[in-house]
């Protein structure tokens, strides 16, 4: 009875296969669309990792950078000498260094990437943030805040830090964009975010192979997403950074 029936019915066909049946029968022009389809889909899924990394990396890196700024600023002396050479030392470890050091102590992943990035960018915000508070430290109204009995903490989240915020949006607005060209770099590496999750960096790791041989559109468009973006970040970080730097103190 087993040679009475069809070798096509004995081979189960899978919906994978089906699939692409289906998809060859509407012609060049259903497959082009499909792939379109398709890559657009992983570009607006893979913004969440894209875009949320470097948001992490930018909010870590300008809080500890804000912080020990306005720390140094204010007390000077022993504790400014400290900081600075602590920052100094930062400064001669490149970020994706460190992500790579992270990602071997630490495993593959987004987190430890983030991590590693925002202590590599601390030094620089920092090293601008000081200079700004060092001269809202030297301005008449904390030295009468000083005299009317108004604690250091009270006058530097109250005062201090609301004066240079238009100096810490602008920085923390050009970070983002080298924030995301170094997480998409480590992505492409594969010690960041790992596949099968959707991600601006693992699509180019992923379709570079598809460059050679006629297929660019999946490695060129993150290609293009990530360009756009940072360059978007960088003209607006330019814009805001002349502006806090042009206003009247």
Request: some cysteine.
């Amino acid at each position: 009875m087993s040679a009475a029936i069809p070798a096509t019915a004995a081979r189960p066909v899978s919906r994978t296969s089906r699939g692409w049946a289906m998809l060859r029968a509407t012609g060049p022009a259903g497959i082009a669309s499909a792939i379109v389809i398709d890559v657009v889909s992983r570009l607006i899924v893979g913004a969440r990792t894209s875009m949320l990394g470097p948001l992490a990396v930018v909010l870590g890196s300008m809080i500890a950078g804000a912080l020990l700024a306005v720390a140094a600023a204010w007390r000077g002396g022993a504790l400014d000498a400290f900081i600075s050479s602590g920052l100094d030392v930062l400064f001669a470890f490149p970020g994706i260094l460190l992500a790579v050091l992270a990602a071997a102590v630490f495993g593959a992943g987004l987190t430890a990437a983030a991590i590693a990035l925002s202590i590599a960018y601390m030094p620089y915000v920092a090293r601008v943030l000081r200079g700004a508070a060092l001269k809202e430290r030297n301005q008449p109204y904390v030295a009468a805040l000083e005299v009317q009995g108004a604690s250091a903490t009270s006058i530097c989240i109250r005062h201090v830090i609301p004066n240079i915020m238009p100096l810490i949006v602008a920085q923390a607005t050009i970070l983002f964009g080298y924030a995301m060209v170094d997480l998409a770099a480590i992505s492409f590496l594969g010690l960041g975010v790992q596949p099968p999750e959707p991600n601006w960096g693992v699509m180019i790791s992923e379709n570079q192979v598809g460059i050679p041989q006629g297929y660019p559109l999946p490695a060129l468009a993150a290609c293009v997403c990530i360009v756009a973006v940072v360059i978007a970040f960088n003209v607006l970080g330019e814009r805001l950074f002349e502006q806090a730097q042009a206003a009247p103190r």
